[in-house]
């Protein structure tokens, strides 16, 4: 079992925490930016408009 690096969830949710787990972890970063921008066109692709827009509202919400 792993520790806890001593952080509450709330505490995580901050974007000082955020930004730091992202400065460290750039591949990461770069997947979640990754799929961030292409969620719309893959929606497009697969299942038309009405997928596009949920795709560019899942965007957002990411």
């Given at each position: 079992m792993r520790s806890s690096p001593g952080y509450t969830f709330l505490e995580s949710l901050?974007?000082?925490?955020?930004?730091?787990?992202?400065?460290?972890?750039?591949?990461v970063?770069?997947?979640?930016?990754?799929?961030?921008?292409f969620a719309p066109f893959v929606g497009l692709a697969i299942r038309g408009l009405g997928a596009a827009v949920i795709g560019v509202i899942l965007s957002i919400a990411a």
């Open positions: 901050k974007s000082d925490q955020r930004k730091g787990f992202y400065e460290s972890h750039k591949g970063a770069m997947v979640m930016i990754l799929i961030v921008f």
